[in-house]
């Protein structure tokens, strides 16, 4: 059975489940660091994931950043949100000054 790190536990808070992974949110004010911990037992290092599982965190990983991106822009450029559909990827690269 899966059991998250206790040193992990402490320094993280729990932002939701994914297929696979824990999304945990580093406790970091600084820093919108994002932890994904897959839920298999006894794997320490993304290697000892099997093919499937590795594919698995990649696509997570990757939705995960998409979001974070967006979220990151609407604060940095909140004036934005009032266009269409401003939660597309990629909306805020080029910011109307």
């Not at 822009?73 to 909306?91: F, I, K, L, S, T």
Request: glycine share 6%; aromatic share 6%; proline share 6%.
């Amino acid at each position: 059975m899966f059991q998250l790190h206790p040193r992990l536990a402490a320094d993280t808070l729990p932002l939701g489940r994914l297929d696979l992974c824990e999304a945990r949110l580093m406790n970091d004010s600084r820093f919108p660091w994002v932890i994904l911990v897959p839920r298999r037992e006894g794997i320490t290092e993304l290697h000892q994931l099997g093919k499937a599982d590795q594919a698995q965190l990649l696509a997570e990983s990757a939705r995960v950043a998409t979001h974070l991106k967006i979220g990151i822009n609407e604060r940095r450029y909140p004036a934005q949100r009032v266009r269409g559909d401003a939660r597309r990827a990629g909306e805020y690269d080029n910011p109307v000054e």
